[in-house]
């Protein structure tokens, strides 16, 4: 038997991580939008590449383990005491979440193509060309898969907590 506390908390995590991943793309568009200034483009050309082969070694892992994280705790939600979230309406909205969460994926074929260009310095000697065009993936993504998905989440934790 899960205890209330336990299960607030298991409805709460898929919002919370949906939160790390919208953030993370912010973050994202944030930081790295800097390399495309034009007063030092040069030299984000030429520093670019290697500090983004660096860079991408390590936020993979971000992206590796909470949007998975984030796709299995509404999963684990809605299997969980699924008659109570049926009860209060809340089942779909964890559904919907889980949808728009996997819908970042999607986007992963081409993203994964765009992100090996820029340490592989495509075009070469104007790295940052290739960061333009993937900063305007992530953006569309942020707004069409992470965005939605947090929204989702949102509703789904204040349906069924607010009904608690």
């Not at 992100?115 to 495509?122: E, F, K, S, T, Y």
């Not at 934790?157 to 607010?162: A, E, K, S």
Request: a positive charge; aromatic letters at 14%; charged letters at 15%.
């Amino acid at each position: 038997m899960t205890t209330p506390a336990g299960l607030a908390l298991l409805r709460l995590l898929p919002l919370l991580s949906s939160t790390v991943n919208l953030m993370f793309t912010t973050d994202e568009h944030v930081f790295l939008s800097t390399w495309m200034n034009p007063a030092y483009r040069d030299r984000a050309n030429a520093l670019l590449p290697p500090w983004f082969e660096h860079w991408l070694a390590r936020g993979k892992w971000v992206i590796l383990t909470s949007y998975p994280f984030s796709m299995a705790t509404s999963l684990a939600n809605i299997f969980t005491y699924r008659d109570r979230l049926q009860a209060v309406g809340a089942e779909r909205w964890y559904w919907c979440g889980f949808a728009f969460t996997l819908a970042h994926f999607l986007w992963a074929p081409p993203a994964i193509k765009m992100l090996n260009a820029i340490p592989a310095d495509v075009p070469k000697g104007e790295s940052t060309a290739s960061l333009r065009t993937w900063l305007r993936v992530n953006a569309a993504r942020g707004l069409t898969a992470d965005l939605p998905a947090w929204v989702f989440f949102v509703v789904a934790v204040v349906t069924v907590l607010g009904t608690a």
